[in-house]
């Protein structure tokens, strides 16, 4: 007999792919399926990378991705929408329009740097990320480099400057602290209409590969479940400390989350 459970909620995924399996579309579909949520990845660029870095990035046709929506809107619910890497300029305008065409909660990580130093925004495309899609978004979640460049300040500004900068762009960012130098990580949540929270967490050390992926996945997750935005934040980082917390090193390079335990497997 085939067991009928509730439907999971759909989370459009467009990201990037990763063949190292850290970061990337991969971490948005794990992440997902152990939140019991369900997956549409959609690639927005192929990239040739390992645990290390990013060597290159072949971004996709904004227009085959816009076919591969339109087909899944039509099919299925989109209860929210995730977005990751985009790859090219054209790809986050496309990108934008699909937004505006969905009506669903969008959550952007918004990757501008490999965790290996490569770039992976260049300036036309942080113009369309900023002007386009951030005033879209119903949460960014950057860290406080990537909160520094949105912004459009320099290195030594303060995570509540940039939040006053990226709060007239965007309602919501939760500005995460695994850049700072202190021995409790601090993430910040700063919003327009419910306020500002704070969380700690403890440290943990090395250095990790689809950490931000992993986050902003499960943020996506759980609104998609009909939780509110401030907790939604706070149980997404939760869950993304467990991750880490139980990474592995299957390379030779960052450490990858754990994101699927052996018993949900």
Known sequence: MINHYPHRPGVLCLSGHDPSGGAGIQADIETLAALNCHALPVITALTCQDTHNVAAVLPQDPAWVARCVALLQADQPIATIKLGMLGSA????????????????LIIDPVLRAGG????????????????????ATLITPNLPE?????GLDEQASVQACAEQLLKLTPAVLITGAHDDTVNVTNRLFTRHDGNHSWDCARLPG?????????AASVAGLIAQGISLPSACQQALDYTWQCLLNADQPGSGQWLPRRIRPEQA
């Open 90 to 105: 054209a790809m986050a305008l496309q990108v934008a329009e699909i937004a505006q065409g969905i009506n669903a909660p």
């Open 117 to 136: 130093g490569t770039p992976l925004a260049d300036s036309e495309l942080l113009s369309v990320l900023r002007e386009q899609l951030l005033p879209r």
């Open 147 to 151: 909160a520094q460049k949105l912004a």
């Open 207 to 215: 250095s990790y590969h689809g950490s931000g992926c992993t986050l």
